[in-house]
């Protein structure tokens, strides 16, 4: 089963309004899940790293401000969109390592599909 | 700092044929590298992964890939391809330490025709 669970799966919202994408982990905890953001037919570009206590570490080029991300908890990151605009319509992914191990591999949520009209 | 290039955005084979997705990495310390897939609108399925040990490592739908380090790749190949394999294929590569995130290659879409 899942081990990294992202809600909501689609959401579309009007521009200018705020979307917030919620990422689990289960039955394990993470204090560190990173976000990345895919376009259509393209790879995966990691944004930010979400650190639980503290501020995430944002990737170059991409907007903190925009991109607001909180580590609430040792199982909850959140990634809020603010004042959304269609080229934020994306799909967004998180992922968690296993706190076990040291092999760097990474857990994936589903991803959230963005619309932004 | 690491990086990951596919070479081929778009592999097609026939039923039953070889599969060959090539990946080579660049990285600065010994590499952990993996293989992901995705299906249309999900997230990632680790299909195998690489971290020490033997260099031939199997995965997950009869898939194997071979690291070698004199060639800087991680080929991931299938003997013999099945319908449901059509997918897009991501390769990525880790420094391994835990916390770190992974740096994905631009992906490979595998079709499969019968």
């Known amino acids: 089963g899942a081990v990294v669970s992202q809600h909501p799966s689609w959401v579309i919202c009007k521009s200018g309004t705020s979307v917030k994408i919620e990422c689990r982990s289960l039955?394990?905890?993470?204090?560190?899940m990173f976000w990345y953001r895919q376009f259509p037919k393209q790879s995966l570009m990691l944004m930010a790293t979400?650190?639980?206590?503290?501020?995430?570490?944002?990737e170059q080029g991409v907007e903190k401000d925009k991109f607001l991300i909180n580590h609430a908890s040792l199982t909850l990151s959140t990634l809020t969109v603010t004042s959304a605009h269609p080229e934020d319509s994306s799909f967004y992914i998180c992922?968690?390592?296993?706190?076990?191990?040291?092999?760097?591999?990474?857990?994936f949520g589903e991803g959230s599909r963005l619309t932004v009209l | 700092a690491q990086s990951v290039t596919q070479l081929g955005s778009h592999v097609s084979v026939s039923e039953g044929a070889l599969v060959l997705l090539r990946c080579n990495y660049s990285?600065?310390?010994?590499?952990?590298l993996f293989w992901y897939v995705q299906y249309p609108n999900q997230g990632l399925q680790l299909l195998l992964k690489?971290?020490?040990?033997?260099?031939l490592v199997k995965g997950i739908n009869g898939f194997e890939a071979e690291f070698k380090k004199s060639e800087t790749s991680f080929h991931l190949t299938k003997p013999s391809a099945h319908m449901s394999d059509a997918a897009e294929y991501f390769c990525?590569?880790?420094?391994?330490?835990?916390?770190?995130?992974?740096?994905f290659g631009k992906g490979t879409t595998l079709s499969v025709s019968s």
């Open positions: 992922s968690a390592p296993l706190p076990t191990g040291n092999t760097g591999e990474l857990f």
């Open positions: 039955d394990f905890q993470a204090t560190t």
């Open positions: 979400s650190n639980e206590g503290s501020k995430a570490t944002y």
């Open positions: 990285s600065s310390v010994p590499p952990y």
């Open positions: 690489y971290t020490t040990g033997a260099t």
């Open positions: 990525a590569v880790s420094v391994g330490q835990a916390g770190t995130a992974l740096i």
